[in-house]
Every structure is written in structure tokens, then in C-alpha cells.
């Protein structure tokens, strides 16, 4: 059974548009997916508790249920025939099942609160009267066009995880022709949906009439790519540690893949509200920060969350703890990378796991983390005093390790 916060909240967000006979196939086809890959136990800690509330105190206040702006886009009678082979999916362990679970799981692990940031921002440093949108301003103080601009983030967002989930489907990688075939279909599913994402986005960022928006939001989709390459992978993509590993080259990468977007996103929302570029690149350096701070936490999850990701689990060998494990010994990474032999499926997860855990590398990350939190808190006050400037500092203290 779904939980009932996620058919509620699932509910408010389809009332806005028509739920036809696709839309409801669609619907339950992803539910099914949701519960079919989902664990059994729904226990949530403190700090999961504080998320929640977090952004589920935001949403009222920007009207929006901003956790399903890509679900929404995804529910439409165009793609009806792509979303309905998900089923077919189930028991592949293709990446895409995965994204569309965390697509309809409203919890901690919820990956689309990019456009929830931006509307928040939106609300708490209001409009200029040379706003060309005044007229347009709804119950919750946001334009019209600011809405497209959230909703427009969360797609790009949510299309290059999609695009990310392709696999390496070479006979020499996945020898097996039956399971090869049905991963195949996993790996056109996630093409046609990442690419119709991005392709609504492109349309709603055309709809903007904004030259300098449409300008910063490409730049950020261009970074999405410049990240990929950079730094070696296996043969299935999973990145590898290299000895020039460092907090620089960490930083570099994932203000590309983790900072960019969000950070254009709010400098851009304050472009159509009509401030100035002081005002904008401050709001860029907000999102940034809380970018790189969501970043942090991400990579810190396989340390500090021994429930959903208990000691053994592959993780992300260019996270953050990692990097600061390896800066101390440089020799480790050459050994490494001989027993990774170009595929991590058959690393020793765990014994890097006790290695990381018995130095400082953890407490660093935290440390990192809060570096990052407090930046983005520092320049609240900025966007003035609101309920909605109170909200952003629960969402960002809510991730504070």
C-alpha cells in the first residue's frame, strides 16, 4: 500500500488538470512501480521529520505542489505510451525505476525541491515596480512567469537523472541477450523521457520572452554536460577516483552538475522580477550554496544513514568523504583502482566504508556542509524578512548534519 501522505499529496497536485482515462493508467503504473521497489519499512527519523515538515510548510506557502512539477508534465496523453512500459520494467533494476519512484515518493530521498527554492526566493524578495509582470502576481506573490521558470527548473533537473540512468548495453558488458533486450527498452524509455522533458522545458523557456533567462538557464543545461566529462568512469559511467582527486576538483564538478542550475534559477527569477544585477548575482551565489550544501548531504548519506544504507552498499567513489580520504594517501588510490578494474560492481564497497569511517573524513564532510548552509543563510536577510525567507532557513537548516 502507498502511504497515505503520497496519495494526498499525489491528489492535490492531479486536481489542477484533467485526469482522463491515459492519466490514471499512467498514474497507477508509476504507484505500482513506487510500491514495487519501495522498502517495507517507512520508519523516519527526527531529521526526516524536520525535512517534511520543512517543505511541506514551503508548498503552503507558495501554493504549489512543487514536489510534482515533473510528475505533472510526465501525466500527459503524449506520454502515455512511454510511461506505460515502466511496468514492464519492474524487476529489471533498470536506474529509471528508481527515478520514478523518487518521482511519487514524498519523503526525505524527494529530489524535486529545485523549483520549491525558487518560488520561495520569488516570494521573499517580492517585485520592483518595473516588474513587466505586476498584473500577473497570484494569492501567493508569485508572477506567472516565475511559476513556468520553477516549474522549468524541476524538468531540466529531473531529465538529466533520467538521461543519466542509460546503461552500457554492450554484449560484452551484459552477455545475457533476455536481460540485455528488457534493459534495452529501460534505456529507450529513459532517452524519450529525459529528452520530452527537456524538449517542455525548452517550449516554457521560449514562452518567458526573456532573452538574459533563456541565456543563464542554457548556460546551466550546457554545465549539466561539461560535468560528464570530467573525470574517469568505468565501463558503466560510475565515476572512479583519480590521484588529483581534492576538494577543488570536487567543487568544479559539482557547482556544474549540482550548483548551476539552481543558481541560475534564482538569479533568473530575480530578473523577471525586475532587480538589478547586484541583487541577481547574490541570488546566484544563494543558489549555488545551497546547491553545493545538498551536494554534500547526498554524498554524506552512505556514512551517516546505516538504515537505507547499511555498511557493503556501492557508493559514489568521488563523493566528498571519499576524497577526503584519499587526499591522505594518494598510494591508496592506485590500488583501488586496479581491484575496480574498470567495473565497481565487483569493488569492495565495505572495507573502503570501515576505512572512511575510522578517520575524519566524515566529521570533514559535516563540517563542509555547514560551511555551505551558512553560507545560503548569510544571504537571506538579503531578500528581506518573510515567512518565506523563514522557510528557505528551515529547508536549509533541515539538512544540517
Same mark, same amino acid.
Do not use: Q
Given at each position: 500500500m502507498l502511504p497515505e501522505r503520497l496519495i494526498s499529496s499525489a491528489c492535490c497536485c492531479l486536481r489542477n488538470f484533467p485526469f482522463n482515462i491515459e492519466t490514471k493508467h499512467i498514474y497507477r503504473t508509476l504507484s505500482h512501480v513506487s510500491t514495487t521497489t519501495s522498502s517495507s519499512n517507512w520508519s523516519v527519523s527526527v531529521k526526516t521529520h524536520d525535512w517534511n515538515r520543512a517543505v511541506s510548510d514551503a508548498e503552503k506557502l507558495v501554493g504549489h505542489p512543487t514536489t510534482f512539477f515533473s510528475l505533472k508534465c510526465l501525466l500527459s496523453e503524449e506520454f502515455t505510451s512511454v510511461a506505460m512500459n515502466l511496468r514492464r520494467l519492474v524487476g529489471t533494476d533498470h536506474p529509471i525505476l528508481k527515478t520514478a519512484k523518487r518521482l511519487v515518493y514524498h519523503g526525505r530521498t524527494n529530489m524535486q525541491t529545485r523549483g520549491l527554492v525558487v518560488l520561495l526566493l520569488s516570494k521573499a524578495a517580492g517585485?520592483?515596480?518595473?516588474?513587466?509582470?505586476?498584473?500577473?502576481?497570484?494569492?501567493s506573490g508569485v508572477t506567472a512567469r516565475q511559476q513556468t521558470l520553477a516549474e522549468i527548473t524541476e524538468m531540466i533537473h529531473t531529465a538529466h537523472l533520467?538521461?543519466?540512468g542509460i546503461l552500457n548495453l554492450s554484449p560484452t558488458v551484459v552477455p545475457e541477450e533476455n536481460t540485455r533486450e528488457d534493459l534495452q527498452l529501460g534505456n529507450k524509455v529513459s532517452i524519450l523521457s529525459g529528452d520530452y522533458l527537456l524538449a517542455n522545458a525548452c517550449k516554457g523557456l521560449a514562452n518567458l520572452r526573456n532573452c538574459k533567462v533563456v541565456d543563464l538557464i542554457s548556460k546551466a543545461i550546457a554545465d549539466f554536460m561539461q560535468a560528464e566529462f570530467l573525470g574517469e568512469y568505468d565501463k558503466q559511467g560510475n565515476a572512479l577516483p583519480v590521484r588529483e582527486m581534492s576538494l577543488s576538483t570536487w567543487e568544479e564538478k559539482n557547482i556544474l552538475c549540482a550548483g548551476s542550475l539552481l543558481a541560475n534559477s534564482c538569479k533568473s527569477t530575480l530578473e523577471l522580477a525586475g532587480f538589478d544585477e547586484q541583487l541577481q548575482a547574490k541570488a546566484f551565489e544563494f543558489g549555488k550554496n545551497v546547491g553545493l550544501a545538498w551536494q554534500v548531504?547526498? #554524498?554524506l548519506q552512505p556514512?551517516? #544513514?546505516h538504515l537505507n544504507y547499511?555498511?557493503?552498499?556501492k557508493f559514489d567513489l568521488t563523493s566528498i568523504p571519499v576524497i577526503f580520504h584519499l587526499e591522505k594517501n594518494q598510494m591508496k588510490v592506485d590500488s583501488l583502482r586496479q581491484e575496480i578494474d574498470n567495473d565497481v560492481s565487483n569493488f569492495d564497497f565495505k572495507s573502503?566504508?570501515?576505512?572512511?569511517m575510522a578517520d575524519d573524513s566524515v566529521r570533514r564532510s559535516k563540517n563542509l556542509l555547514h560551511h555551505y548552509s551558512q553560507q545560503a543563510e548569510d544571504l537571506l536577510p538579503l531578500f528581506g524578512s518573510s515567512a518565506a525567507s523563514k522557510a528557505l532557513f528551515n529547508i536549509i537548516n533541515s539538512i544540517r548534519e
Open positions: 517585485h520592483t515596480p518595473t516588474c513587466k509582470d505586476l498584473n500577473s502576481i497570484n494569492e533520467i538521461h543519466k548531504y547526498s #554524498d556514512f551517516v #544513514d547499511p555498511p557493503g552498499n573502503l566504508h570501515e576505512s572512511i
